[in-house]
């Protein structure tokens, strides 16, 4: 049987359950964060935990727990587990003091064809509630992602009242023009980890990083356009809403991807 941790504890994954009176799961108040094991190392955990940190500080919640214990549990449960390319879900739930949970699935392997081919996006309106902190209020993103399902998409892009294209469901949003990445501004979407290599990897590459929101309107004045994330490195768009969109720097894009997967 499948195992989890609660609270440092190694418990049956079937016992990971939270009573549904508590005002914290009513109201959604928790944090949580997706951290990458890819042969048998976890991928950026100080990182990821540290941003854990800021989410959790940054709703109010009392994490009593360190970093190396959280880490401890972590090894506890790949070693329990004999786990060896994974992803471990580590979910703050706003108790005083926290309560911590941590689950864990196999690693998603996207279909080559998505590199080299480019994914289908669709487009949904909305800004996500304190959008620097991965926080479980997760309504607009399911929302958004079971719209692009009707239509066949990979991912929604996320648009705010301005019309300015800010984030993905579960990805950060880029652009090129004239051998320039544009991307939406920190304060504007959930920064971390993946965000950082990208930066890091166009350094190495001589492209400059413009932190500018791109519009919607303006998608056919760009060479080409990506998404990435922890589980998908970069992976080029090769439509927005039913049309297809330039990729003339799909090259550039597997580069990007293939500096990320090194990194890891």
Known sequence: MRKAIRNGIIINESEASLPLSLKSVQYSYSVYE????????????????????????GVGMN????????????LDLKAEENLFNETFRILVLGENPAWVYITHTENFVYPESYY?????LSTY???????QLKTSNLLLSYMALKDAEKKNAFEALLVDGQGFITEGTRSNFYAIK??????????????????TGVMKA??????PLIFE?????ELSSYSSLFITATSMRAIPVKSVDGVNVRTEDIKTVQKLSELLGEWE
């Open 34 to 57: 997706s951290v990458k094991l890819k042969n048998g190392q976890f991928v950026h955990l100080d990182e990821h935990l540290k941003r854990l940190r800021l989410s959790s500080s």
């Open 63 to 74: 994490l009593s727990y360190t970093d190396n214990e959280i880490t401890s549990w972590l």
């Open 116 to 120: 080299t081919e480019g994914v289908a």
């Open 125 to 131: 309106r909305g800004e996500r509630f304190l959008p």
């Open 178 to 195: 004239n051998n320039r990445v544009y991307t939406a501004p920190d304060e504007k979407v959930l920064s971390g980890v993946t965000r």
């Open 202 to 207: 166009l350094s190495d590459m001589g492209i």
């Open 213 to 217: 929101s791109v519009k919607l309107e």
